[in-house]
T-cell receptor, first 110, second 115 residues
Framework: GQQVMQIPQYQHVQEGEDFTTYCNSS?????IQWYKQRPGGHPVFLIQ?????EVKKQKRLTFQFGEAKKNSSLHITATQTTDVGTYFC??????????FGSGTKLNVKP | DTGVSQDPRHKITKRGQNVTFRCDPI?????LYWYRQTLGQGPEFLTY????????KSRLLSDRFSAERPKGSFSTLEIQRTEQGDSAMYLC?????????????FGPGTRLTVL
């Protein structure tokens, strides 16, 4: 069945360092979304990528969608303590069903 | 508050009991999703409604799980004969049909503990 794999599982960085999380799907995706979940909270939508090779930026966050629409990445430049949380990718198939990755838990040391 | 709401927030039950959770989506959101999330994992898709029609259901769900959205507004998720493995956070999300992007707005979840 369809799967979305996400790495790394954990990432500990010093404040100011960069951070990247990667998602890979076993099948081609219709689109991919990224969510952030703070400890004790629920997932909050960050962005959606639809087009092959698409790149979007939100301040210090850069999102990429692979050419084959099977992989994606989220890169944070110069992390801050407010970036702490778990970042999930969610790939959508053609039937409006979303497959979430297992998440990358980011810890930022001040 | 116009966000997605879920009730109850916490439920503790004994193995073998039935439980029912409710989700109230954002008003006028046509799409409603149920997910299950366990510690250290991402949300796992359970089922999806477009208005009152249940269009997708995970094959991971056993016959003990059923969901309804009778009037295309609120939804309920029922688990019959609960098992300890059902202990998890049950998340509901809604999104507007045809929205670009098709953002899912998540509720706070119902945490189920089966003793």
């Amino acid at each position: 069945g369809q799967q979305v794999m996400q790495i790394p599982q954990y990432q500990h960085v010093q404040e100011g360092e960069d951070f990247t999380t990667y998602c890979n799907s076993s099948t081609t995706l219709s689109n991919i979304q990224w969510y952030k979940q703070r400890p004790g909270g629920h997932p909050v939508f960050l962005i959606q990528l639809v087009k092959s090779g698409e790149v979007k930026k939100q301040k210090r966050l850069t999102f990429q969608f692979g050419e084959a629409k099977k992989n994606s990445s989220l890169h944070i430049t110069a992390t801050q303590t407010t970036d702490v949380g778990t970042y999930f990718c969610a790939g959508r198939n053609n039937f409006n069903k979303f497959y979430f990755g297992s998440g990358t838990k980011l810890n930022v040391k001040p | 508050d116009t966000g997605v709401s879920q009730d109850p927030r916490h439920k503790i039950t004994k193995r073998g009991q039935n439980v029912t959770f409710r989700c109230d989506p954002i008003s006028e959101h046509n799409r409603l999703y149920w997910y299950r999330q366990t510690l250290g994992q991402g949300p796992e898709f359970l089922t999806y409604f477009q208005n009152e029609a249940q269009l997708e259901k995970s094959r991971l769900l056993s016959d003990r799980f059923s969901a309804e959205r009778p009037k295309g507004s609120f939804s309920t998720l029922e688990i019959q004969r609960t098992e300890q493995g059902d202990s998890a956070m049950y998340l509901c999300a809604s999104s507007p049909s045809g929205g670009r992007p098709d953002t899912q707005y998540f509720g706070p979840g119902t945490r189920l503990t089966v003793l």
